[in-house]
């Protein structure tokens, strides 16, 4: 199998005859083999009978059905499981992502190499003050605490080695960040194309605002994890011992201007309160730091290494 085309979607009845027909068209024309995973993140429209029929009408189309709605991410690491292609491309459902950029994505990674090849909306075709601006500046957040020169690293449209889809776990909300994912896994050549982006022909945004909210959060998540996630006391212990160690300063000024002067008000001056709150927040970075290493020293995949070769074993 040369390519694996994973669809995530969430009631899009309408656009999935249009959508699977086009890929098609578009990879018969390039003689890709292919197979289309739709992936029905708990839609409660008609998308799933909508791809019973697309199957029984197309042969290459298989259907994944969540329970109930899981989410995006949730829905792309199950077709990143299912995928056997050698080549994986994601696109989103209600045909903004255009089919007619798969034979160059393929070739990103088939023939150039690449890893993984993020799409650019460069024009982009949403709601200018809900998308659009908080777009640009949750792209060059991301940009400045990744240090991935992307554009875009929301876009759907994206193309993947293989081996990467099979080596990164996507969870959560965690969609908006697999080039993160995907770095801190050690794939290092992920490039960009400008892709082509439409307006939403059927169907509503699944998205509000709020993406941004959440976004952020999941951005000071990963990042934490990817630095620190195998040794948390790194972190832990070392704001631990600063805090403590200023507080123990503090309290030993206190406590020998006492013994100087005994009229000295120890309680009343905003030095001992300082050095109260930093000696206790300190410990508590110390504890947090342990409880850290005890949950990361107990995770399954604690010694999940990727190893690219071997040699004489
Ligand atoms: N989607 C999904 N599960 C969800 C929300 C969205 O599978 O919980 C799918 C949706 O059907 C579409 C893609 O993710 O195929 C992108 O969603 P949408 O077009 O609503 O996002 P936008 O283009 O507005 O950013
Ligand atoms: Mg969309």
Same mark, same amino acid.
Not at 19 to 27: F, Q, S, T, Y
Not at 98 to 127: Q, T
Not at 256 to 269: C, G, H, Q, Y
């Given at each position: 199998m040369d390519l694996s085309v994973v669809v995530p979607l969430y009631n899009e009845e309408e656009s999935l005859p249009e959508?699977?027909? +086009?890929? %098609?068209? *578009? #990879?018969d024309a390039n003689g890709l083999s292919t197979e289309i995973i739709l992936v029905d993140d708990g839609s409660t429209d008609n998308s799933w009978s909508v791809i019973g029929q697309l199957s029984a009408q197309h042969g290459n189309i298989k259907g994944i059905k969540f329970q109930r709605n899981y989410g995006k991410s949730a829905a792309l690491n199950e077709g990143f499981k299912a995928a056997t292609g050698n080549v994986v491309i994601t696109? !989103?459902?209600?045909?903004? !992502?255009?089919?007619?950029?798969?034979?160059?994505?393929?070739?990103? $990674? /088939? #023939? !150039?190499?690449?890893?993984?090849?993020?799409?650019?909306?460069?024009?982009?075709? !949403? %709601?200018? @003050?809900?998308? %659009?601006?908080?777009?640009?500046? &949750?792209?060059?957040?991301t940009r400045q605490m990744s240090k991935i020169k992307l554009h875009d690293f929301n876009c759907g449209l994206k193309s993947y080695n293989k081996k990467v889809v099979k080596s990164i776990e996507i969870y959560g909300e965690m969609h908006r960040y697999i080039p993160v994912?995907?770095? +801190? /896994?050690?794939?290092?050549?992920?490039?960009?194309? =400008? =892709?082509?982006?439409?307006?939403?022909?059927?169907? #509503?945004?699944?998205?509000?605002?709020?993406?941004?909210? %959440?976004? @952020?959060l999941d951005l000071a998540s990963i990042m934490f994890v990817g630095r620190f996630g195998k040794k948390p006391m790194h972190f832990f212990g070392l704001w631990g011992t600063v805090f403590f160690l200023v507080g123990l300063v503090v309290s030993i000024y206190l406590i =020998?201007?006492? &013994?100087?002067?005994?009229?000295?008000?120890?309680?009343?001056?905003p030095a001992f309160?300082?050095?109260?709150?930093? *000696?206790?927040?300190?410990?508590?970075? @110390?504890?947090?730091? @342990? $409880?850290?290493?005890? $949950?990361s020293r107990s995770a399954t995949d604690r010694n999940n290494y990727l190893i690219e070769k071997k040699l004489g074993l």
């Open positions: 959508l699977c027909g +086009w890929i %098609n068209k *578009v #990879v696109m !989103d459902a209600d045909l903004q !992502d255009s089919p007619d950029e798969i034979p160059e994505l393929y070739g990103m $990674i /088939a #023939v !150039d190499g690449f890893d993984m090849v993020s799409g650019w909306k460069k024009k982009r075709y !949403d %709601n200018t @003050f809900t998308k %659009n601006i908080p777009s640009k500046f &949750f792209n060059r957040v994912l995907a770095k +801190w /896994a050690g794939f290092r050549k992920i490039g960009e194309k =400008v =892709v082509e982006h439409r307006p939403r022909k059927y169907g #509503v945004t699944k998205f509000g605002w709020e993406r941004f909210i %959440n976004g @952020f =020998v201007s006492k &013994f100087i002067d005994p009229e000295f008000a120890l309680t009343n001056r309160f300082l050095a109260l709150t930093l *000696v206790l927040l300190g410990s508590q970075f @110390f504890l947090a730091g @342990f $409880i850290g290493e005890l $949950i």
